[in-house]
């Protein structure tokens, strides 16, 4: 099994642990404060549950973060931390190795934007509605389904991948 890597850029490094920093402090001035006491911690107020819900952020947003992709008989498969995600071969049309600039100005329209990555739902004029599984802001990878879904990826070696794809389906 080879497994595509999918490496952070340095901007998506320094967001993440910047953000990250900023969360876990944030979530943990209250307990610093005159007004927090260990015996309201049975009936807790916001000021009592924001340490968790900053901690949480983060541990959620590392766990559905992408960390590499495999394409293995069938099946092209994300690796992530917490569930992976698999599409069949059959699904794939086609993948392809595009340049930044056929990717300017997508939308985030629901997902994480710089915090382990950049996944969840897209949208530009070139691609319209994509799903992305991205750690970085270069080295694309498009692949567009038969259901119409448009799956937007960035593996270390894009031209490594796309070979994988082709040989792994005879195209």
Not at 74 to 88: A, E, Q
Not at 101 to 113: A, Q
Not at 134 to 147: E, M
């Amino acid at each position: 099994m080879k497994i595509h890597k999918a490496s952070m850029d340095s901007l998506t490094s320094g967001l993440t642990i910047g953000v990250t920093i900023i969360l876990l402090l944030s979530g943990f001035i209250p307990v610093f404060t005159s007004e927090f006491h260990l015996s309201n911690v049975l009936s807790p107020g916001p000021l009592y549950v924001m340490p968790f819900a900053m901690i949480i952020i983060p541990v959620l947003t590392f766990g559905f973060s992408p960390k590499g992709y495999v394409i293995e008989d069938d099946v092209f498969t994300i690796l992530r931390p917490f569930k992976t995600k698999n599409y069949p071969l059959s699904d794939i049309q086609s993948v392809t190795e595009v340049e930044k600039k056929n990717l300017k100005g997508s939308i985030r329209t629901f997902g994480v934007g710089g915090l382990f990555g950049y996944f969840g739902r897209f949208r530009n004029s070139t691609y319209g509605n994509m799903v992305w599984y991205a750690t970085r802001r270069d080295r694309f990878v498009v692949i567009k389904c038969s259901n119409g879904k448009t799956i937007v990826i960035t593996p270390d070696d894009p031209a490594a991948f796309v070979l994988a794809y082709q040989t792994t389906v005879g195209k």
